[in-house]
């Protein structure tokens, strides 16, 4: 099955939702930085590839290191707001399966939950090992769906109540590697050594009403399904959502959710 139509319309996607991403989930994914770059050894002069950068979070946190950063992504909106965040690294237009990149050109490669956005997971680990030098270490996100509750909840209320995908959307490998054998299996197919999984864990604390908005806003599948829905059906899941945000501790003004990610990392033989 080709997912190239899958891509397209994530591309086309994160070019109207990059600026509501950036002042919304973009707190969300920005827990695992660091975990992240940890993952890959990133120290002050590591040449490192941000796949999939986003706004930019994980290149900020990699140029505090005092890496030399390049970041990519499929979306010129996104590269854009990059370029504004961080003027520290480089940005440029390009996607995760294909990289615009000489073989062996980094230290590191690093891919913030970019792993669920693309159509073919194992073409974009094959690429981050092939742009990485030998010896050099890539390393992925992908999200626990059990335990990174902020967004559980919402995939919860959606999947109770049988809601389709949003008109026109392309099927696509649906969290493919949202599992530790998965995700160790892949890194190791797609021709790294030392493979390895684990978990990136933190606290998400924000107001429960504001990150509905959130997700209606920024997402492109989870938000989109939810807005599709006639006015009767998106007053039901909401009473829902509320129902299940009661059970996370709250200050009665923001809740705290836990999450938690899977990272796999590998290292270029």
């Not at 770059?37 to 950068?53: C, E, P, Y």
């Amino acid at each position: 099955m080709s997912y190239d139509a899958f891509n397209e319309w994530e591309r086309q996607s994160w070019e109207k939702l990059a600026d509501a991403y950036s002042r919304s989930l973009q707190r969300l994914t920005s827990g695992s930085v660091n975990d992240l770059l940890d993952a890959v050894q990133a120290h002050s002069g590591t040449r490192l590839l941000d796949v999939g950068s986003g706004p930019g979070p994980l290149s900020a946190a990699a140029v505090d290191r005092g890496c030399v950063v390049t970041g990519v992504d499929i979306s010129e909106a996104m590269v854009s707001i990059a370029r504004a965040a961080v003027p520290g690294a480089e940005f440029r237009v390009g996607s995760a399966e294909e990289l615009p990149f000489a073989a062996g050109e980094f230290d590191a490669v690093c891919g913030n939950f970019v792993i669920p956005h693309v159509g073919h997971p194992d073409r974009a680990l094959a690429e981050a090992l092939r742009v990485v030098r030998p010896g050099g270490r890539i390393a992925f996100t992908e999200w626990d769906p059990a335990a990174a509750m902020p967004l559980a909840v919402c995939w919860q209320i959606t999947r109770s109540a049988g809601m389709p995908m949003p008109a026109g959307a392309p099927q696509g490998p649906d969290h493919a590697l949202a599992d530790r054998a998965l995700m160790l299996e892949a890194i190791t197919t797609a021709g790294a050594v030392d493979a390895a999984v684990h978990d990136s864990v933190w606290t998400f604390t924000v107001d429960p009403d504001e990150w509905w908005d959130a997700i209606l806003a920024s997402t492109p599948r989870t938000g989109a399904v939810i807005a599709a829905a006639a006015p009767a059906e998106q007053h039901a899941l909401r009473a829902r959502y509320d129902e299940l945000v009661a059970q996370f501790p709250t200050d009665g003004a923001t809740v705290a959710f836990p999450v938690t990610a899977i990272i796999g990392s590998g290292r270029r033989p």
